[in-house]
């Protein structure tokens, strides 16, 4: 596609349901990223994949968070028993390849979560 | 760990001059890449210009430009000429050059705001 995709565009859930977040990276490009956005925490690395390779979850807060991403194409991140601090926009971002050149990541729009 | 600092919430800049947008950020790294990303209302990260350490010239982006001084660990972004469609958050983000290092760690975003 032309660029990176993510839906839905926006989400509200309740307390304790499970949420499923999709991202649709740019043809071509192996590494895909997860970011959390919100307003206590900023800007933070979720978790990202590679090719083949084992992702590097450094970033997920709690095993309430897991990714996947099946065909090497899309991911999708669930949050298992949604709480109120985890409302946020949820950022995907795809590149070339994992790297010392320095590919430039290429956000989508995002996922606004709101868990009420 | 890497750290990003963006001292400024906010800036106020009149349509057609210039504003500079002030980044500092904290490694033991001598090899890394730095990013200026802007994020309008719709919420997706466009990059806006990008710089390696290892390049003593600072990048430029037509009215986009940055002021990199790697001893003082500075990345300061300047627009010039502004436009009414720059108003966005800008952030700064740092990426190591480690293979192992791919996740960009973000600073905490300063609003540009162009009065007309």
Redesign the interface.
């Known amino acids: 596609g032309a660029g990176v995709s993510q839906s839905p565009s926006n989400k509200v859930t309740e307390k304790g349901k499970d949420v499923e977040l999709r991202c649709d990276p740019i043809s071509g490009h192996t590494a895909l990223y997860w970011y959390r956005q919100s307003l206590g925490q900023g800007l933070e690395f979720l978790i990202y994949f590679q090719g083949n390779s084992a992702p590097d979850k450094s970033g997920l807060p709690s095993d309430r968070f897991s990714a996947e991403r099946t065909g090497g194409s899309v991911s999708t991140l669930t949050i298992q028993r949604t709480q109120q601090e985890d409302s946020a926009v949820y950022l995907c971002a795809s590149s070339l390849s994992l790297g010392g050149s320095g590919e430039t990541q290429y956000f989508g729009p995002g996922t606004r979560l709101l868990v009420l | 760990a890497q750290t990003v600092t963006q001292s400024q919430p906010e800036m106020s800049v009149q349509e057609a001059e210039t504003v500079t947008l002030s980044c500092t950020y904290d490694t033991s790294e001598s090899?890394y890449?730095l990013?200026w990303?802007k994020q309008p209302p719709?919420?997706?990260?466009?990059?806006v210009i990008?710089q390696?350490a290892y390049k003593q010239q600072n990048a430029t982006e037509n009215r986009f430009s940055v002021n990199f001084q790697k001893a003082a660990k500075s990345f300061s972004l300047k627009i010039s000429d502004s436009q009414l469609g720059d108003a966005a958050m800008y952030?700064c983000a740092y990426?190591s050059?480690?293979?192992?290092g791919?996740?960009?760690?973000?600073?905490?975003?300063t609003r540009v705001l162009v009065k007309p």
Request: proline share 0%; hydrophobic share 40%; no cysteine.
């Open positions: 090899d890449y990013f990303y719709s919420r997706q990260m466009i990059l990008r390696e952030f990426r050059a480690l293979a192992a791919n996740k960009l760690t973000f600073g905490g975003g």
